[in-house]
């Protein structure tokens, strides 16, 4: 009998290992807090929970993460709507799995184009021939800042982008290597405490949407292929969002963890709202202004753009 158990048990271990192999998943994001409903499920065990061994990945600009995807550097990902729709656009097979962060009237006041000393911006006109970081060109925060040039009647291509990671806007806002950068809690409120400059326009909070910011993402061969992987991700992360929501405390903690950011800036600022449900119409809006501004080249299929169909 001890030796039929003993046999049990070795073939029990030996089914174990490809299986916790393949259920270990990387998970990248950028510095920010939109990703909090990962962060939360690795640090509160939820991920363990489901079955899955979750890891965080820090990945500087956003518009890397599809290319770190599909290299398979990391299974799962959480590119901005604007970059997930080029990396479509381009031909790239990703599907959207879950849910992210959204805008809402409570969090939208936290993106702004924070401006240097010495420059000063009382209108969107003034950010004419100025020289503006953004965090990925064509991410979300500068989709969203073109469309808000748009509206007020300035013409974008009279601004000078550039690209400016989140953890070095304080130093080249300090050394004057551009006029302002397109930013968020808590570097707002980090940049504001240094002394570095002001805040010169709240344009979230004027266009005043509730589209997806983040959500997300895996590559579509991947995803097919690991169904169980992608429910109990889901599972993980809509138990997570629900902290997010809720529970300042855990979440500032597993933010400030993830981005190095000291806790009592991420406390200072409540993260963007958490919502794991995704439906393909809501990258309608996100669709119609890329268009506008000519950054996508194809007719996407918005019912091929979220795994399942997703309700």
């Not at 996407?300 to 169909?309: A, G, V, Y």
Request: proline fraction near 5%; glycine fraction near 8%; aromatic fraction near 6%.
């Amino acid at each position: 009998m001890t030796k039929i158990l003993t046999a049990a048990s070795v073939a029990a271990v030996l089914a174990a290992g490809p299986l916790q192999a393949q259920n270990k998943i990387q998970i990248g994001c950028t510095a920010t807090s939109d990703c909090a409903s990962a962060m939360v499920a690795v640090d509160e065990g939820l991920f363990k929970k489901h079955g899955l061994d979750g890891e965080m990945v820090l990945i500087r600009i956003n518009s890397n993460i599809p290319a770190a995807i599909l290299s398979n550097s990391i299974q799962i990902g959480g590119p901005t709507s604007t970059v997930f729709l080029q990396a479509a656009d381009g031909g790239l097979d990703l599907v959207a799995v879950a849910g992210a962060s959204i805008m809402s009237p409570a969090s939208n006041a936290n993106i702004t184009a924070f401006v240097r000393n010495g420059i000063t911006i009382n209108a969107p006109k003034d950010f004419v021939g100025k020289k503006v970081g953004a965090p990925g060109l064509g991410a979300f925060l500068h989709v969203l800042f073109v469309k808000w040039l748009v509206e007020k009647g300035v013409d974008p291509k009279a601004v000078n982008f550039v690209e400016v990671t989140f953890p070095t806007m304080s130093d080249i806002i300090k050394s004057g290597g551009v006029d302002a950068v397109l930013t968020a809690e808590p570097f707002v409120t980090r940049m504001t405490n240094a002394g570095l400059g002001s805040v010169g326009a709240r344009y979230a909070v004027d266009l005043a949407r509730s589209e997806p910011i983040i959500f997300y993402a895996a590559a579509r061969d991947w995803a097919e292929k690991n169904p169980d992987t992608i429910r109990r991700f889901r599972a993980a992360i809509a138990e997570g969002a629900v902290i997010v929501n809720n529970d300042r405390e855990k979440t500032s903690a597993s933010i400030s963890k993830f981005t190095k950011q000291p806790i009592e800036l991420v406390k200072a600022t409540p993260p963007n709202k958490s919502e794991p449900d995704l439906k393909s119409e809501q990258l309608g809006w996100w669709i119609e202004i890329m268009s506008t501004q000519k950054m996508l080249q194809t007719k996407l299929d918005l019912s091929r753009l979220i795994l399942n169909h997703q309700k």
